[in-house]
């Protein structure tokens, strides 16, 4: 069993940069692919980042593209998502979640691939 927890979030400016955390519990989860999502109030959570066990491939949903980074360091069980350039419309809450599958990365952007899910943390972007 793995437990997921965010953290990072908070209230910033358009233009603004935030950097969310997503600790995983357990030695398996440095062997779990990660995938950031991000549900805003009224809209269906939608993907936005992901990345494999190692580190090595990544995919992000165009909205994002250009401006977020995932990341993560195995040693310390952290994912991370580095947000730039944030835009009102980046607002929402934001999950983290663990596939521990090996789902090919270009599938990552389905939530059916993930078995583990965070709480989620708040990020809320003012114009």
């Known amino acids: 069993q793995v437990q997921l927890v965010e953290s990072g979030g908070g209230l910033v400016q358009a233009g603004g940069s935030l950097r969310l955390s997503c600790a995983g519990s357990g030695r398996t989860f440095s062997y779990y692919a990660v995938g950031w999502f991000r549900q805003a109030p009224g809209k269906e959570r939608e993907f936005a980042a992901a990345i494999s066990w190692s580190g090595g491939s990544t995919y992000y949903a165009d909205s994002v593209k250009g401006r977020f980074i995932i990341s993560r360091d195995n040693a310390k069980n952290t994912v991370y998502l580095q947000m730039n350039s944030l835009k009102p419309e980046d607002t929402a809450v934001y999950y983290c979640?663990?596939?521990?599958?090996?789902?090919?990365?270009?599938?990552?952007?389905?939530?059916?691939?993930?078995?583990?899910w965070g709480q989620g943390t708040q990020v809320t972007v003012s114009s």
């Open positions: 979640a663990a596939d521990s599958k090996f789902t090919p990365i270009w599938s990552l952007g389905n939530q059916i691939a993930y078995d583990y």
